[in-house]
Nanobody, 123 residues
Framework: VQLQASGGGLVQSGEFLRLSCTASGRTSSKYAMGWFRQRSGEQREFIAAISWLGTTVEYSDSVKGRFTISRDGGSNTAYLQMNSLKTEDTATYYC?????????????????WGKGTLVTVSS
């Protein structure tokens, strides 16, 4: 499975961005999708995850209320709407797949990682 993330860019504090992640190749029948980010010099951090049908979502406390993950039920594409961006949101954002949102959040079983897309938020 290949994951292609897009939508990163340079924005000012308070603005928004929408990231997309599309899975292609030999995708398994059902899988959750999620987003992580990695700031320079830091470890990769879980951001959000959504189940196959979109009925279960999980967020990190750091983005809850500002970021929204979405996915058309059974779609190979997931989105991350990022509102009210802050300078501390500056990072490379990665998408991932796994059987369940919990497995993605805890990174206990990540099936695929995408290449990152850079988000830069200036003050």
């Amino acid at each position: 499975v290949q994951l292609q993330a897009s939508g990163g860019g340079l924005v000012q504090s308070g603005e928004f961005l929408r990231l997309s992640c599309t899975a292609s190749g030999r995708t398994s029948s059902k899988y959750a999708m999620g987003w992580f980010r990695q700031r320079s010099g830091e470890q990769r951090e879980f951001i959000a995850a959504i189940s196959w049908l979109g009925t279960t979502v999980e967020y990190s406390d750091s983005v809850k209320g500002r970021f929204t993950i979405s996915r058309d039920g059974g779609s190979n594409t997931a989105y991350l709407q990022m509102n009210s961006l802050k300078t501390e949101d500056t990072a490379t954002y990665y998408c991932a797949t796994g059987k369940q949102t919990t497995w993605i959040r805890t990174q206990v079983a990540i099936d695929s990682w995408g290449k990152g897309t850079l988000v830069t938020v200036s003050s």
